[in-house]
């Protein structure tokens, strides 16, 4: 049974930072891309940041330069260190895992999804 578990949301204010963690169980770990999306109220779901393990790193333009996507394959956790937030971050964010070969930025092509963590950045 393939489980993903986020934790470290909260509500922030603009100007801070907050790290995200995403730990895996039951997926081989090293098989796959582990990446982050995030859903706004009366929005779609939308890609945040993606980790390959073969080809790197994946960010959507929005959040690039002021997030860092990072695993630990060892621990079977990814994590998202997110700085210089500000209210357009606020979102529902979640885990999500992806079989390396597939665009893992489109959500129909995820495999697993975790439950999602609240993060809310104050003005």
């Known amino acids: 049974q393939v489980q993903l578990v986020e934790s470290g949301g909260g509500l922030v204010q603009t100007g801070d930072s907050l790290r995200l963690s995403c730990a895996a169980s039951g997926v081989s770990f090293g098989t796959y891309a582990m990446g982050w999306f995030r859903q706004a109220p009366g929005k779609e779901r939308e890609f945040v940041a993606a980790?390959?393990?073969?080809?790197?790193?994946y960010y959507t333009s929005s959040v690039e330069g002021r997030f860092t996507i990072s695993r630990d394959n060892g621990k079977n956790t990814v994590y998202l260190q997110m700085n210089s937030l500000g209210p357009e971050d606020t979102a529902v964010y979640y885990c999500?895992?992806?079989?390396?070969?597939?665009?893992?930025?489109?959500?129909?092509?995820?495999?697993?999804w975790g439950q999602g963590t609240q993060v809310t950045v104050s003005s």
């Open positions: 980790i390959d393990p073969w080809t790197g790193e």
């Open positions: 999500a895992a992806a079989l390396h070969y597939k665009n893992y930025t489109l959500p129909g092509n995820i495999d697993y």
